[in-house]
């Protein structure tokens, strides 16, 4: 069971999520592992590792697969006391790695925390930052220099795949996902530019978004050779002030993803993406790869390919952006769970529109109107 949320104000969590006191130009901490790769004017970008003098429960503060039982508070308390520690780089420079660089890539390969010295031209600016997909951002200062303490514990299966500079960077993905290596991980280390044959750094929410669609891709090509689920089936999850309604019909693979923003004064803002074996979106937005990745997931445990409908309602309650997490977390809470039945999908959207403000004509009904003329869907 979920902890239960505190009743406070944005301010008063902010303030008792911040921990840190004065920070000093010399910093002796720890990094999760996690390191910060920026996108601004790319190729010429800021990257550098994460780490934190409060190293309790440091491993914490970069496993997002961990945090859906946890508080606003707790996740806050793990992001904000991360030091952003940067210095200037071009994405090019993954294919010959100055000092700097190689500390970063060598930290981020680490499957366990690692004890690190920093030394940074100014104290570090005391500042917390947030964005829909990337999880909040503490302190940042520019880097005069970097120093790991301790030998860093790297898997060996990653190692190999660093040192194959033949192997496609997607290919090296898939692999360590396919030997239970994290998602998250595999996202760290796509981003410090360790894979592949012409390396180069990613910016980390280029990164997150990449991870989930190239491994939901890999996933995808052996669920389209799965039966099809024999029931209409609606999951559902809800944490942070995110609903999540999920239906899956008995149906070729398609996907559909509806994000309805509410906002205080009670308008609604909606996006629409759908996609299925002769379409894709446009672009490539986070969430809904995010929701994606985890959607196929299931099917893929469950051996079944279905018509995917995932549903997110973002209330007012959510005024601080904990990142894409929270989708790709939901999304695999909510298959965890028993499933409601139905007999007919207009009796599914029914029940579905009494829980949440969804529209009443999108696109994954539109398509799936055009594609089984199921007029139940009106």
Partial sequence: MRRAAENITRKELLLRSYKLGKIEKDLFGATPPAAFVGRFGYPEILAGPLISPLTEDIALADTPDKWLQLTREDILGFRSNLIRSHFKLNAQDARN?????????ELAMAELPVDVEVTFLTPPKREISFDTLLTPMGPSGTVADIAIVENPRVPKRVDTLVDDTDIKAADAATILYESSVSPYQISRL???????????????????????????????????????VSDIQLFSSEAFGNHFEILLLPHAYSYGWTESWISAGGTVEVGDLYEDALSKPAYMDGGYYAARFSALQFLERQRRQASVYVMREVQPTYDIPLG???????????????????????????????????????????????????????
């Fill in 190 to 228: 796509l981003s410090v530019g360790v894979f592949g044959k012409k390396r180069r750094l990613v910016p980390t929410r280029w990164s997150i978004t990449a991870t989930d669609s190239i491994l939901g891709n890999s996933i995808l090509k052996k669920v389209r050779n799965y039966p099809e």
């Fill in 324 to 378: 894409s997490w929270v989708i790709r977390e939901l999304v695999k809470d909510a298959f965890a769970r028993q499933p409601l039945t139905f007999e007919s999908v207009s009796s599914a959207l029914k029940y579905v529109r009494a829980r949440i403000k969804m529209p009443v004509s999108t696109l994954f009904i539109e398509k799936q109107l055009l594609q089984t003329n199921l007029l139940q869907f009106n």
């Fill in 97 to 105: 790695p100055g000092r700097l660089l190689q500390e970063t890539q």
